[in-house]
């Protein structure tokens, strides 16, 4: 094999995400699209708002020496001071330009940041249900996965997360609100895991990070908050991105933002430039970043998303499933009704509904529906969720 052998390991461990998909083009040929209802992938189906094609079209006009150059690997500072301006809301804490790094998306931010704090055979620490693609992440830069269970309701077990933690931890990674659960973490549980990671950080003589992965924290229902994750704990990285909250994943644009007050401030800041260059990123693109900073505070709305989530829920509900009602993203976590969750999904299949099996989430009974759909998929899919959840009463 000419290929690493890790790699190749990974390869035949294919996402069941990435399976569902292709699986989904496979039976769109072959029925049509109307016949298949695909819930596989987060793909946000909103068009952006409106705000973001004018800001894209005056920025597709403007001419400039270098408008379409390299430029600090950072990004460019007009564009980190927009960021850090509406990140000094959000978080409730005044940040400057240099604390602000544009990043390709959130899976960039988080590369970066653990490229940039990660020693070989380091732990990072994470509630699952989770994002799968962390485990990669992590190991792409010598560390591990750890992943520390949560309550049955999906909240933070902190008993289970201060068991968890060793002389090895250096980082929690935390994804609220939460794919593949749509859960959001209380401000009681995370002040209570600042206060720990103060502790563990002390016991263990080491700066434990807790990193936020915040994509969809703009996506909430219900008059529902997220709390600031730099009012509990300063040794606290945000990474973000605008692929959910402004519709445009293709895009590849994100950030990340430091706790002001982090230890070790400058050094970190030096190698987050410096693994944002170094892992081939060089800087996130040019042209988004122009774009995004005019259009702060714009975002889809969530509560078009909230419908889709009622839909989902009141017709599955009605259908005898079980669930906990998500608070934001566009993920609904349902409990499979039969233990084997891969088994309950290929009998979906056969209904033309496509999810995903919880065990490739660490959320193994469970399955898991993107409902970022339009609402006749919902609609018209729900027949077949009551004749597939009638063969396993
Ligand atoms: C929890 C979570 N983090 C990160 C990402 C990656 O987002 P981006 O497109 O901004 O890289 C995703 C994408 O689905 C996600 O669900």
């Known amino acids: 094999m000419s290929i690493a052998k890790k790699v190749e390991a990974n390869l035949s461990r294919t996402s069941w995400i990435r399976k569902m998909f292709e699986e989904g083009g496979r039976l769109m040929e072959i029925h049509g699209p109307d016949k298949v209802f695909d819930f596989s992938l987060g793909n946000p189906n909103l068009e952006p708002p409106e705000a973001f094609h004018r800001a894209l079209s005056r920025c597709v006009q403007t001419r400039g020496t270098h408008l379409h ?11 980190r001071k927009a960021v850090a301006d ?26 970066v940041i653990l490229k940039a704090i990660l020693d070989p055979g380091d732990e990072v620490l994470c509630p699952a249900p989770y994002f799968v693609e962390y485990g990669f992440y992590a190991d792409n830069h010598g560390g591990v996965l750890k992943t520390v269970p949560t ?65 969809y924290r703009k996506i909430v229902f219900d ?79 969530a509560s078009l998303y909230a419908r889709k989530r009622d839909l989902l829920c009141d017709g599955l509900a009605r259908c005898g499933y079980s669930f906990e009602k998500p608070s934001g993203a566009f993920y609904l976590f349902p409990r499979s009704p039969i233990p084997d969750d891969v088994a309950f999904v290929q009998a979906l299949q056969k209904e033309r509904i496509l999810t995903v099996p919880g065990s490739g989430f660490g959320g193994p009974g469970h399955f898991r529906i993107a409902f970022c759909v339009s609402d006749e998929t919902i609609q018209n899919a729900l027949p077949g969720f009551q004749r597939v959840r009638a063969l396993f009463p």
């Open 69 to 79: 150059g390299y430029m600090g690997n950072t990004g460019y500072p007009h564009v």
């Open 86 to 111: 509406f990140v000094s809301a959000e978080q409730a804490m005044a940040l400057t330009p240099e604390e602000v790094v544009m990043t390709c998306g959130a899976a960039g931010a988080l590369n």
């Open 151 to 215: 309550h049955p309701d999906f909240s933070l077990d902190l008993d289970a997360m201060a068991s968890a933690v060793t002389h090895r931890t250096k980082a929690v990674l935390l994804n609220s609100p939460n794919n593949p659960t749509g859960a959001v973490y209380s401000a009681s549980s995370l002040e209570n895991l600042g206060a720990l990671l103060r502790d563990k950080s002390q016991e263990h003589e080491r700066t434990i990070y807790l990193i936020a992965d915040e994509p």
């Open 223 to 301: 008059g529902m908050t997220v709390p600031s994750i730099f009012s509990v704990y300063q040794d606290a990285i945000v990474a973000n991105s605008y692929s959910k909250d402004l519709s445009i994943p293709g895009e590849r644009i994100g950030y990340l933002a430091v706790h002001p007050r982090t230890t070790h401030k400058t050094a970190l800041l030096q190698a987050l430039g410096l693994a944002n260059r170094i892992l081939g990123f060089v800087n996130a693109p040019a042209l988004m970043q122009r774009v995004v900073a005019e259009v702060q505070g714009h975002h889809v709305e």
